[in-house]
């Protein structure tokens, strides 16, 4: 496996590098001239892009040994399957809040509440107190959540209602961090292999690197973003001033939020198509999340460099986002619904191989590796297709409210799903490396049926439906 893992990350760079070239050589650039040309927009997006980035490097830098940190602290896997639901469920319990934070606190000290959060979980991975690991869960929860929203809303924002800049330029800054975030992912994995294991510091090196980058990232939101917004004031300061108390403002948050919620809410039972593209982004990204979890006890008894293989995988989605530009452009014209539909297809031969090559007994860490790969291949195909869609069936002015529902089905599903492999573990004394894991991937596999009827049902109703379809350009959509 150690050859093995080396050998597939230089084969699947070389890929990344050759398909990048012919994505561009294929497809226009996506910024127009103008936006490029502007030196107001340029500047206002480095400032977005240099906190952003480095937010999204502490959380890479997590990925590769977080289920090694709890096994070298000698937790079972069934103990480590609750410390695993606490996060999903703490991003349940959290997406709420994350997005009612943003108007009662303010954007920007919303984004350095997650940057203290966030800098409180890695620091808890110092201890080998189970309670201790689990508030850190909790805590990883929260940033996650605020990850995902704030720094968003905070430039979209700025962008719109502060600098009056064209929203045609919006996709241009987020296309150009998805591109930056594959390689951070990547570089992530080196970086922790690194850490870890060439210089023998232990798996909860790389959470600690991860600190002093959040740091950073709550440095640049408190100065740069500070200058850009000229002692700002968060907007219930600026709505208390108007109304002459702090109980109204509370309130109007409040209002916002559940009215954000309630239309969302109505959007999604209103159209079928909406409800159909929620089913099939719970059932693609539960068992992405149950992935998550099972990835490392997979391969880890056969000794491969976990930051490697981490780095293979995140290529390997690369390669996916990569092969999606190329199927939408202009040259080939293929639908992002046809995309969607090919993803979801992978990730069910995927999980069926799993299956097999994990057979109690008889391991194949080899299969699975491959079977690893193809899961993040279609990952990388999914994600813009799904998008595209999103942002053609959902009106924008409802879109963070539907998100929310469908966020809510997706963490709990990961939750059962962990918590039936925690039960069937349990079941038979705690033992590692049972029949419980290829129980669950059969159960990912068949969730994944469920998913490519899903895709068939919604391209059957909107079969001529524009709305779903490309209108002469490339339907790129964003991933970050």
Known sequence: ?????????ICLLVLCVVLELTARRL????????????????????????????????????????????????????????????????????APISGWLPQALGRRRTCLLFCLSYSACC??????????LIVGRVLGGLSTSLLSTTFESWY????????????????STFTKAATWNHGLAVGAGLVANLLAEWLHLGPVAPFLLAVPCLMCCGWVVLTDWGKEEADET?????????????GVTRLSARARFSRSVHDGLRCLLSDKRVMLLGGVQALFESVLYIFVFLWTPVLDPHGPPLGIVFSCLMAAS?????????ATSTRYRLQPGHVLCLAVLMAFFSFFMLTFSTAPGQPRPHESFLAFLLLELASGLYFPAVSFLQGRVIPEEKRAG??????????????????????EISGTGGGEGGTGTRHMFGGC?????AALMAVVSLFTLGRNDTDLKLEGTRGEGEMY
Not at 156 to 171: A, T, Y
Not at 234 to 246: F, N, R, V, Y
Request: with cysteine.
């Open 445 to 449: 596999a068949v969730m994944m049926l």
């Open 318 to 326: 690369m390669a996916g986002s990569l092969l999606y530009r190329l």
């Open 27 to 94: 497809t226009p650039p996506q910024s127009t001239p103008t936006a490029v040309a502007n030196p107001a927009f340029r500047r206002f997006q480095s400032i977005f892009l240099r906190a952003y980035l480095l937010a999204l490097w502490a959380d890479w830098l997590q990925g590769p040994y977080l289920y090694k940190l709890y096994r070298h602290y000698s937790f079972l896997e069934s103990q480590i399957a609750i410390l695993y639901v606490c996060g999903l469920a703490s991003c349940v319990l959290f």
């Open 234 to 246: 968060p907007e219930s300061d600026k709505q208390t001033l108007l109304l002459g108390t702090a």
């Open 123 to 132: 620091l808890t991975k110092l201890s080998r107190d189970y309670f201790v």
């Open 402 to 423: 539907v998100l929310s529902w469908f966020r809510l089905p997706l963490h709990l599903l990961a939750c059962l799903g962990l918590l039936a492999l925690h039960g």
């Open 156 to 171: 979209v924002h700025r962008h719109v209602d502060v600098h009056d800049f064209p929203k045609e330029w919006i996709p």
């Open 1 to 9: 496996m150690l050859v093995t893992a080396y050998f597939a990350i």
